[in-house]
């Protein structure tokens, strides 16, 4: 399992200080989210967008996914797709039936995508777009239940669909996750063997001066803050307990 954080996190710093604040803080992954200031959009330059691997690879990251909600621009997002080697995880539209519809035409036109799942029909959703070979994406939100059953029963319907995990919470919202289930969640996808990428995001934008302060973005923490620990010590303390910190 790669660890990773979602721009999301950062969403006004460019993309050296996203990179340098990921690797700082220990990741190996970086979701790119459409919309903040990285700078890669799917109208972006060949070169500009080749640039942007090249950094990230020298900073020890693997782009792990490109996500968005927007239609309207499915050819550039395949061609962003096929320069990034990376997957489009893709959210919208809402109804799934149509989402499914959207990626099978992304993929004919060149894409890997992924389809994001989220909410407590995870589950059936997942093994509908499982069964028509659709690759997964789960935002594993605790405020929506136990994520660690959910993740079992997803692990076990979609046969290995499943690639990407996001994660609202962790990072300088760890505390207020106790009880919520992470742990456990953290326990059964290592128990499962889950090989793909699990991503930090902020749970909503109200803490977003704390992941600032925690990244050390624009004057926060750094690395010397006391706000938390490196997440992958973290993360990995609780798969390996199995329980919450």
């Known amino acids: 399992m790669k660890l990773g954080l979602s721009s999301a996190a950062a969403p006004d710093a460019p993309l050296g200080e996203l990179l340098e604040a990921a690797a700082r803080r220990g990741f190996g992954a970086l979701e790119l989210r459409e919309g903040d200031a990285h700078g890669i959009t799917p109208d972006a330059d060949v070169g500009a967008i080749g640039e942007a691997v090249r950094r990230a690879t020298a900073a020890g990251l693997t782009i792990t996914g490109y996500r968005t909600g927007g239609a309207g621009h499915d050819l550039a997002l395949a061609r962003l797709s096929y320069t990034l080697g990376a997957p489009i995880l893709l959210e919208g539209p809402e109804d799934l039936a149509a989402r499914i519809a959207r990626a099978r ?32 994406a789960w935002d594993a939100d605790p405020r929506v239940g136990p ?25 300088p919202e760890t505390t207020l996750q106790d009880g919520m289930g992470v742990g456990d969640l953290m326990r059964r996808l290592a128990l499962a063997g889950y090989e793909g990428t699990l991503v ?46």
């Open 105 to 136: 035409q992304m993929r004919n036109a060149g894409a890997a995508v992924a389809i994001v799942l989220r909410g407590e029909s995870v589950v059936q959703d997942g093994a509908l777009a499982a069964a028509l070979s659709s690759p997964l």
């Open 200 to 245: 930090l995001a902020p749970s909503t934008t109200r803490y977003r001066l704390a992941w600032r302060s925690w990244l050390g973005h624009r004057g926060g923490g750094g690395c010397g803050s006391k706000v938390a620990e490196t997440p992958v010590r973290q993360l990995t303390t609780l798969a390996m307990e199995g329980g919450e910190r």
């Open 147 to 171: 994520p660690g059953r959910f993740a079992e029963a997803l692990l076990r319907r979609t046969a290995g669909a499943l690639r990407h995990i996001c994660l609202p919470g962790g990072g």
